[in-house]
């Protein structure tokens, strides 16, 4: 699925403002459905409330029942379609995210129904839309987790003080936020239009010619009615607008483009010119030179590759130093904020991380681009956390994440691996066939990228690494186990990877560690959830990776988390989780800069990176040869 932009033939605009929503009654999830609400205003139902689009609607207003809300909930809003739109073209409506599930109504009629929260979906509404005139959207929004959604929750009816209530579990503890959390945008194509590009670039051995391969889908009635007319040409322009490579398509819209003194595409503080970008720009036309339609996308050309004790981009090894995230800040919950975005990658930068992992879902298309402008490498998750209770629906639902994932983020040349679950209950004796199924579905749509799963199960447990290319675990030494203790980190963790890589013989990554630390906390001796400890056990996970490091296939660290974020209500989190390195209104806690000496001291001696000026702080004008031991105090 191709992302919406402008070009001479295509016009995009967003629905993006402030909604009318009604949150519906929890005991009476489908009366709305019942009672037809989507064939007029909203407010001629049921009073309404104003509500940002895109944010999730838990955290906007004050009410406990809407933030912790278990159902449906509507919103509507109207909108011009200029006359021009009705001819001699198509428009279409296309969601950024919708969590959990989406029905949506154009003028009081169905226009699409989608299940799946994180990723995009679209239809086309031509049909439906009145032209030169107004038009309503309605959209209800179900954000219900039963065993068979993706990712599972559970329903239960539970006594309280009113009578019964439902409740609304999950074994994740990041906040089941939910609305219209992506932007909505109506976009218009030709009647025949380019509707799917596919890139897969190629870099000779010396990284000095690249190739970039194309394969082309149209949609449209001049594909049907005359298949051998259509062709498209390309031309791929170099950052500083410079033609570099042109090509004309064969009649099947394959081909490709060859690119003589070829920039890479580099992660950040791999090299000099990190996020190295191409516009390819595509003009399909039919017989006699007609233009039909012009898509233009961002291209990356490097290469990956792997195998059971390395990971490649280009031909060199690569060492990840990141994070797991999440999508989530104060009032928009996950809803995309082009601010917080910026922000977070500028501290991404400010703190020399090269990669995350989008645990535990896909994030926004805008936040991909970004990566791969910055050359911050994506391990590309998507929704499958603690997967439990296997079966047949839940596989074809979990397959499904995986396809549209795929669809929407295989041009990103910052998408370096698939994550295919994060803690899934591996040790249960059926995870061996359905992860088998899953890892050879996502090797069957994308055999570029390699997969791997967080796992959280002991290795000697575990049945599903075997279906993976890399390993990635995820443990909580000091903190879940063994609270507070310091001394029980660094031969635990070493013993750890190493029992990983000596099952499988296959890469190994830490895809997350941490500690949980309340701002401004100070205690010495360090003590859990002060600053002091969470750097404490940053600095004792260091001393194993770099032990690791010298086995070579020990491949990445990635803290847990980010920044602190939303949890649902837990005596074991106060005010959410607080793994942050960063806080949740994006300030560092103390051991950001702990471990930004250490992010960029890699990158120096793997890379040859340059180290920011102030990444040292002055202390005293000591010559280097002046010895202290506990004699001198
Ligand atoms: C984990 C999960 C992550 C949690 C984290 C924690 O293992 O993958 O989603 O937030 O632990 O802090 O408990």
Not at 391 to 400: F, I
């Amino acid at each position: 699925m191709l992302y919406p932009r402008e070009s001479e033939t295509r016009e995009v605009r967003a629905l993006d403002g402030i909604w009318n929503f009604v949150r519906s009654d929890e005991a009476n999830p489908t009366q709305g459905i019942r009672d037809g609400w989507f064939n007029d205003d909203l407010s001629k139902s049921m009073p309404t409330i104003p509500m940002p689009v895109p944010a999730s609607y838990n955290d906007i207003t004050t009410e406990q029942a809407l933030r912790d809300h278990v159902g449906t909930v509507w919103y509507d809003r109207k909108f011009f379609v200029p006359r021009s739109w009705g001819q001699h073209q198509r428009v279409w409506l296309r969601f950024g995210s919708v969590h959990y599930e989406a029905f949506v109504w154009i003028n009081g009629q169905s226009a699409i129904k989608h299940e799946m929260g994180h990723l995009p979906f679209e239809t086309e509404v031509t049909h439906l839309l009145k032209y030169g005139a107004e038009n309503r959207i309605t959209v209800m929004c179900d954000n219900a987790l039963i065993q068979t959604t993706v990712p599972q929750g559970k329903i239960s009816e539970v006594a309280n003080d009113q009578g019964v209530t439902i409740i609304q579990s999950y074994t994740f503890d990041f906040f089941n936020y939910a609305g219209i959390h992506r932007s909505v945008h109506l976009y218009t194509t030709p009647k025949t239009f380019i509707e799917e590009v596919e890139i897969k670039t190629n870099l000779s051995e010396d990284n000095s010619v690249g190739t970039v391969n194309y394969s082309i889908a149209v949609n449209g009635t001049a594909a049907n009615e005359a298949d051998n007319t259509l062709y498209a040409r390309l031309q791929l322009y170099s950052r500083e607008g410079i033609l570099v490579a042109n090509a004309t398509s064969d009649s099947k819209l394959l081909g490709s483009l060859k690119v003589e003194n070829v920039k890479p595409w580099w992660p950040y503080l791999m090299h000099p010119d990190p996020g190295y970008l191409y516009e390819l720009e595509i003009k399909l036309y039919a017989a006699k030179e007609q233009l039909l339609d012009v898509y233009r996308l961002s291209v990356g050309l490097r290469t990956l590759s792997w195998n059971n004790t390395s990971f490649l981009i280009n031909g060199k090894p690569v060492y990840f130093r990141g994070f797991g995230r999440h999508e989530d800040a104060d009032v928009r919950g996950k809803g995309l904020d082009n601010a917080l975005m910026t922000r977070d990658f500028n501290l991404l930068k400010w703190i020399g991380a090269n990669a995350y992992r989008t645990s535990h879902y896909p994030y926004s298309e805008e936040s991909m681009q970004f990566a791969d402008q910055h050359g911050i490498m994506i391990i590309d998750e998507c929704p499958s956390v603690d997967t439990e209770n296997f079966n047949q629906v839940l596989l074809d639902k979990h397959k499904s994440s995986l396809e549209q994932l795929v669809h929407r983020d295989r041009n990103h040349p910052s998408v370096v691996m698939w994550s295919i679950a994060n803690e899934p209950r591996t040790g249960q004796l059926n995870a061996d066939t359905y992860f088998q199924f899953v890892a050879n579905f996502t090797r069957s749509l994308d055999s570029t990228r390699p997969i791997t799963a967080a796992i959280a199960v002991p290795s000697k447990d575990d049945k599903a690494g075997r279906h993976l290319d890399i390993i990635s675990f995820n443990r909580y030494n000091a903190w879940y186990s063994n609270t507070g203790r310091l001394d029980m980190v660094t031969q635990r963790v070493i013993n750890e990877a190493t029992a990983w890589n000596y099952k499988y013989d296959k890469p190994v990554i830490m895809a997350e560690y941490g500690a949980d630390t309340l701002e401004g906390l100070h205690l010495q001796p360090s003590y859990v959830w002060s600053e002091e400890f969470q750097a404490e056990v940053f600095s004792q996970h260091f001393k194993a990776f770099d032990a690791l490091r010298r086995q070579k296939w020990f491949i990445g660290e990635f803290v847990w988390n980010f920044a602190d974020f939303k949890t649902a209500q837990s005596y074991t989190r106060v005010g959410g989780n607080k793994k942050g390195v960063f806080t949740r209104a994006r300030q560092p806690k103390a051991a950001a800069h702990l471990l930004r000496q250490r992010y960029f001291a890699l990158g120096r001696e793997m890379d040859k990176c340059n180290l920011p000026s102030d990444l040292f702080t002055y202390i005293a004008d000591v010559g280097s040869n002046v010895q202290h031991d506990s004699s001198d105090l």
